[in-house]
C-alpha cells in the first residue's frame, strides 16, 4: 500500500523531471519544509517559490497549491479555487493517496506554473 511520503517523494521526482524537460535540463527543482508544519509542509522552489504542498494525513491526501494568477498564466485548471494565506487567491489540487494519474498530471501542471512564473525555463 502506498504512503503519503512515497506520494510527496514521486510529486517531487515527477515535477523535477517535467521541469527538466521544459528547461532542457537547466533548472532544477528545491523543496523546502515549513518550519512552522515539520513533515507535512512543503513549499517548491526552481529557483524561486512557486507552489506548496500539503500533507492532509486525515484526509489520506496531498494538497497541492499555487497563485492563482500564475496557474491562469500557465492556462492549467484547478481542482478548486480558494483565498489563500496573506489574502491570495490560489488555485489548489488535491492527489489521493496512491493516485498516480492524479500526481503526473499535477506535476506537469506545475512545471507549466513554474515556466509562467520564471519565464522561459531555458534562460
Known sequence: MNTLGWDLDMLVEDTDREIGKLSQGSRRLTVRPYPSM????FSFWAPEHFAWVIVKTRKGCLSVGTPK???????????????????RDSANWQIPNGGAPKRKQVAKDLARVCQARHGALSS
Open 38 to 41: 515539520p513533515n507535512k509542509g
Open 69 to 87: 494568477q500564475w496557474a491562469v498564466k500557465a492556462g492549467v485548471g484547478a481542482d478548486w479555487y480558494s483565498k489563500g494565506d496573506h489574502g
